[in-house]
């Protein structure tokens, strides 16, 4: 099966850079995408990797090594409206390509 | 452009009724379709996917079914609620892998 591992808390000052990590486990490996969601709301996508490097969509990167199954979200100039939650989740072949959720890591922003 | 609806937003079911949560999908065709729940505080679990009309897979053994009558149709059923059903469900489409999952606004579902 697959698994994913990433910390279940982190906090920043607006402003601030943070980085959320993520490890995961899987065979037949295709892709890693990130989600994030507000208290009380649905899941919304931030992005996805699936070959090594940084995508970069505004104040927000991800990062992927395959060799080292890690992948990582950088929140830049955080700002208060960035606290909320947020999923890594792994796409491969053994999970029939849907993707298997990690835990989720809660973001605080403090001002 | 492509939307996705889902209802009811809120739920309170008494254990042993039955369920019926709907969700659509419009502006695209032949989607794929996903239901997932939620529990309080963890991540996402995947409990249907289905690639078209009449196609349905499970991915866990438990009190819920799905069907897909129509091609932008996806429902969630179960004869006899438990407890243990409760939780937040979101029904999801994707276009492609690379382009991620749309979710809907997602049902809080507690069965008491």
């Known amino acids: 099966g697959q698994s994913l591992e990433q910390p279940s808390e982190v906090t920043a000052v607006e402003g601030a850079i943070v980085q959320i990590n993520c490890t995961y486990q899987t065979s037949g490996f295709y892709g890693l995408s990130w989600y994030q969601q507000h208290d009380g709301g649905a899941p919304t996508f931030l992005s996805y990797n699936g070959l090594d490097g940084l995508e970069e969509t505004g104040r927000f990167s991800s990062f992927l090594s395959r060799s080292d199954s890690y992948g990582y979200l950088l929140l830049q100039e955080l700002q208060m409206k960035d606290s909320a939650s947020y999923f890594c989740a792994v796409t491969s072949s053994g999970g029939s390509y849907i993707p298997t959720f990690g835990r989720g890591t809660s973001l605080i922003v403090h001002p | 452009s492509q939307t996705i609806h889902q209802w009811p937003a809120t739920l309170v079911q008494p254990v042993g009724s039955p369920l019926s949560l709907e969700c659509t999908v419009e502006g695209t065709s032949n989607p794929n379709l996903y239901w997932y729940r939620q529990a309080a505080g963890r991540g996402l679990q995947l409990l249907f996917y289905?690639?078209?009309?009449?196609?349905i897979s499970s991915e866990v053994p438990q009190n819920l079914s799905a069907s897909r009558p129509q091609d932008r149709q996806f429902i969630l059923s179960s004869k006899k609620l438990l407890l243990s059903d409760s939780g937040f469900y979101l029904c999801a489409w994707s276009a492609s892998r690379a382009n991620g999952y749309t979710f809907g606004s997602g049902t809080r579902l507690t069965v008491v």
């Open positions: 289905s690639v078209g009309i009449g196609q």
